[in-house]
């Protein structure tokens, strides 16, 4: 008796038991009510407790109606009527565990929010919750299947209001590999793209292109055996969405014109690690004509949007799946930023050769003028202009030597360019100095105890830490860097100012320079100290010291860069002055610190239009802040909405359940809106509404957002998909392993086709997808010789999950291709070596004439690995090439009217009259 205590010892549980008995409602429906309330009973059991409970505080005998006012008698009648349905449903089926989702009448649902209106909603189990799981149970004992939330292979769901039941079948996924033993098969079908796969005079009423592929030749055994009426064989995104490069963001139609000269931000799933990459390939292509749908997914944390094709991969917690295979609830990956557009501003000049020739005869006077000048042409540098594409690195590099660097001049001869910082941090400078063309050097420098005078003249004992810092002796680099307006020498005991032409430049350079000296000296965003706050966080402050006889100096460069954070929409507070140290030469420093507002939106600001460069942890750090507080803006926006139509609502006469069913009430309860709506609480404003209790704590939602993503990714969870219509979608492909960008912040994958007129001699991998499977026991070696007896072969037959698909589609691996070529004229044997040049040196091959319908018209740079041929004809050579992927191998040979150099018919002087080609072996 438990379960009665607990209840009873609750004043308010007695009078709401009384209510509740006068509703006339069964032993489940009252059980129910106090469903949270004790464990190891069912609701029918909790009920008989209660009604026994009620006849002794009314001392009289309440008898369980014989129909129940709220259910209907579901639990007595109904649901053995519903299970029957379900077990004829399913069998047929062949599944070892399964899941139980309902929808029920609105009429049961009104009369369920009418009761909780009367009893409240705190130890309330909805009556979704009870039917999914009883009725679970009964299909558990007369099937013997399991009962599965996390990954059934059937899901079941029921419509209470018609009586129905629908069956979700999980698909079912096999991995292979395949050789294509004959010309002119696509890999998958190809539907016409004039009837749309109706049939006309064009396909020749087929309604598709090609006979047959191998999609449909593995397919037709696959179907046959699991009864399944369809198959996928494992796309592109909207010319609106926004690729994330390196400094900036795009909307990827603009990348078309010059995708060569970007790179974007990429991310290794194996590695767990945000990279950066050039681009190699740009596609574009009309949906309509590869019968493709687009959708528009919508997540519900913060309302973020991608529109794609239905085959483009999205990184979700199942690994790499096709947007159209996604799933309401689903989790996908995105990387949390707000990236400044680019912009394609009138062009200025910042630093000439003239203003660098002056700075060498101030502090260097007896170097080589013509030599620095030289480094700096050669490595495209100089003139240095706002659209120079190294201006931002050289800005980066430029703020943190404001920072945690110091530039000095030697014997007005030498230079030094020293980074102080984290080891990863300093390998992030590194990377950015080798990629302008300068060479640099770590150096360590060991801890020590150091005697520090406070600005009181007291000493402390510190311990310092082991710290890194990385050395540059580039002159030209030194000399361009205090050209541009970089201090020289102690920054504490001299002053120093922004330049002038960072308050001129466009924003996107801007906020490489505040990136790169906040991630100096600002704090580590961080909880609030106070420990039952868990929801906001402290005061962002950056602080820099000066010495006291030029106090001023700093206070203005302060100041300028909290005007320059103002045009950023960062509030800023006063500067504060701390008293600091003594030097060793007397001088008193004082720390002159810059707070920022720590209100939300001010934080979203700094955290997602500014964020942190060479200062990898507080960046991390900041893109799980920006998402937590993107989460609360758009909670109490909701919130802030439907207060606003709540107090309507009430202006129009509706009670408060009226107002409550009308309003947008997902992160409103209705304790919240009875509270609105009261008297006593007229003084609520509309800018007081808060995030509700229940949101979660950051330190507990942090766990779940990030499980298995690193390097500042989070979880997001699909709320909507809509079928959207674009006249385009482009992809892109990444020069690096990864082959993945981020679209909408979205992590997502690039795609290949194969060549239909060659055989596939080598094995291709491959995975299949059985659609809605009425069998999942299939002899795999039964279907293997089955399809064996084709035109195709297949070999390594396996049952696989999702994540397969994931690494097929961002495989990248050499083929080895035999190409028999036929000469116009006789060939030459003495020009034969010539085609070792193939090698020796990188192929220029712009997009092939075949194909520039479909891609972008770009040129693009791949190798030959291996090449060797033999004369097989005085006019026949058979010449066997490794190549890396993404090099045309038709037009390798062919030169294709000298949009592919070099090529075998140049080299050969003979024109090719025709080729035939076979992909041999694929290197995985």
């Given amino acids: 008796m438990e379960f009665h205590s607990e209840v009873m010892k609750e004043p308010k549980n007695k009078e709401k038991l009384l209510e509740i008995l006068k509703t006339e409602v069964c032993d489940n429906c009252l059980g129910r009510q106090f469903g949270m309330i004790g464990h190891g009973m069912t609701n029918d059991e909790r009920g008989k407790i209660l009604r026994e409970s009620?006849?002794?505080l009314t001392k009289s005998k309440i008898k369980e109606p014989s129909i129940c006012k709220l259910c209907n008698n579901f639990f007595k009648d109904g649901i053995n009527n519903i299970v029957k349905i379900v077990l004829s449903k399913v069998n047929d089926l062949e599944f070892k565990t399964f899941?139980?989702?309902?929808v029920i009448p609105d009429e049961l649902e009104r009369m369920q929010e009418s009761l909780w209106e009367i009893t409240g909603i705190e130890d309330v189990e909805p009556i979704k919750s009870e039917i999914n799981r009883e009725v679970g149970k009964k299909i558990e004992k007369s099937t013997g299947k399991k009962f599965n939330l996390k990954n059934p292979d059937i899901i079941i769901l029921l419509d209470l209001a018609t009586n129905s039941v629908r069956i979700q079948i999980k698909s079912l996924y096999v991995y292979g590999e395949y050789q294509k033993?004959?010309?002119?098969?696509?890999?998958?079908?190809?539907?016409?793209s004039k009837c749309q796969g109706k049939g006309c005079i064009y396909c020749?009423?087929?309604?598709?292109?090609y006979k047959t592929s191998i999609q449909e030749i593995i397919e037709k055994s696959l179907l046959k055996i699991t009864g399944s009426k369809s198959s996928a064989f494992h796309g592109c995104i909207s010319p609106s969405t926004n690729v994330l490069l390196t400094e900036?963001?795009?909307?990827?139609?603009?990348?078309?014109?010059?995708?060569n000269n970007h790179k974007v931000v990429t991310y290794d799933i194996d590695k767990k690690t945000i990279l950066k990459s050039e681009v190699s390939d740009f596609i574009k292509l009309n949906p309509r004509e590869v019968n493709l749908k687009t959708y528009e997914l919508t997540t519900s944390e913060t309302r973020r949007k991608l529109i794609a094709t239905e085959d483009h991969p999205i990184f979700t917690l199942r690994g790499m799946v096709p947007l159209g295979k996604i799933k309401l609830g689903d989790k996908v990956a995105v990387y949390p930023v707000e990236p400044e557009p680019l912009t394609n501003p009138e062009e200025k000049i910042i630093v000439s050769e003239k203003d660098i020739i002056a700075t060498i005869n101030r502090h260097v006077p007896t170097s080589n003028k013509l030599k620095i000048i030289k480094e700096l042409k050669e490595r495209e540098i100089l003139p240095l202009t706002n659209r120079n594409r190294h201006l931002p690195i050289i800005t980066r590099l430029l703020a943190f030597v404001f920072g945690d660097g110091n530039l000095r001049f030697v014997r007005n001869r030498d230079t030094a360019l020293e980074f102080y910082g984290k080891y990863e941090d300093l390998k992030e400078i590194k990377s950015d100095l080798s990629e302008l063309g300068f060479k640099s050097s770590f150096f360590k420098r060991k801890s020590r105890l150091s005697l520090v005078k406070n600005y009181y003249g007291e000493i402390k004992h510190i311990k310092g830490k082991d710290r890194f810092v990385l050395l540059c002796y580039s002159k030209s680099l030194c000399i361009l860097l205090v050209t541009l307006g970089v201090p020289v020498g102690n920054k504490i005991i001299k002053e120093v100012e922004i330049p002038k032409w960072i308050k001129k430049i466009d924003r996107r350079v801007k906020r490489e320079f505040l990136a790169s000296l906040l991630g100096t000296e600002i704090d580590t965003p961080r909880l609030d100290k106070r420990k039952y706050n868990r929801k906001s966080f402290n005061t962002p402050r950056f602080s820099i010291n000066k010495a006291e006889n030029i106090l001023n100096n700093g206070v203005e460069f302060i100041e300028d860069l909290a005007n320059l954070l103002r045009g950023f929409g960062i509030e800023t507070l006063r500067p504060r002055l701390v008293p600091y140290t003594t030097r060793k030469d007397g001088n008193k420093t004082i720390k002159i610190c810059l707070d920022f507002s720590n209100r939300f939106e001010n934080l979203l600001s700094l955290f997602g239009k500014i964020g942190f460069?060479?200062?990898k942890k507080k960046e991390i750090q900041a893109r799980y802040v920006y998402e937590y507080l993107l989460m609360k803006k758009y909670v109490v926006d909701t919130r802030k909405g439907a207060y606003k139509n709540a107090l309507r609502l009430k202006n129009e006469g509706l009670t408060p359940m009226q107002i409550f069913r009308k309003i947008d009430n997902r992160f409103v309860k209705y304790k919240d809106l009875a509270m609105w709506l009261s008297p006593k609480n007229r003084n609520i404003k509309f800018n007081n509404i808060k995030i509700p209790n229940d949101f979660p704590d950051f330190d507990e939602w942090i766990i779940d957002a990030t499980k298995g993503l690193k390097d500042g990714l989070v979880w997001e969870t699909v709320d909507s998909i809509r079928e959207a219509k674009v006249p385009f979608v482009y992809d892109l492909t990444t020069k690096n392993s990864a082959h993945t960008f981020f679209a909408n912040g979205f992590l997502v994958a690039n795609s290949g086709r194969e060549d239909i007129d060659a055989r596939n001699l080598g094995w291709r991998p491959f995975v299949i997808e059985a659609i809605k499977p009425l069998k999942r026991k299939i002899d795999l070696k039964k279907m293997q010789k089955e399809i064996n007896r084709s035109k195709v072969k297949v070999r390594k037959l396996k049952f696989v999950d999702k994540d397969s698909i994931r690494k097929l589609k961002?495989?990248?691996t050499d083929k080895t291709y035999a190409v028999e070529v036929e000469f116009e004229k006789i060939i030459d044997k003495k020009l034969l070596k010539n085609l070792k040049n193939l090698v020796k040196e990188p192929i220029l091959q712009r997009t092939p004439q075949r194909v520039v319908h479909r891609r972008a018209n770009k040129t693009r740079k791949r190798y030959v690995k291996q090449l060797s041929y033999k004369v097989i004809g005085k006019k026949k050579l058979?010449?066997?090439?490794?190549?890396?992927?993404?090099?045309?191998?038709?037009?390798?040979?062919?030169g294709d009217d000298g949009r592919t150099m070099p090529n075998a018919s140049e080299l050969l002087n003979n024109k090719v009259k025709r080729l035939k080609l076979d992909v041999i072996k694929i290197h995985t």
Avoid: H, N
């Fill in 181 to 192: 033993l004959v010309r002119g098969v696509p890999q998958t079908k190809w539907i016409c």
């Fill in 204 to 209: 020749k009423g087929e309604g598709k292109m």
């Fill in 810 to 812: 961002t495989d990248r």
């Fill in 248 to 259: 900036s963001s795009l909307p990827i139609k603009e990348l078309e014109k010059d995708w």
């Fill in 54 to 56: 009620g006849e002794e």
């Fill in 878 to 894: 058979l010449i066997k090439v490794r190549a890396e992927a993404g090099l045309y191998i038709k037009e390798l040979v062919t």
């Fill in 613 to 615: 460069r060479y200062a």
């Fill in 99 to 102: 899941l139980v989702g309902c």
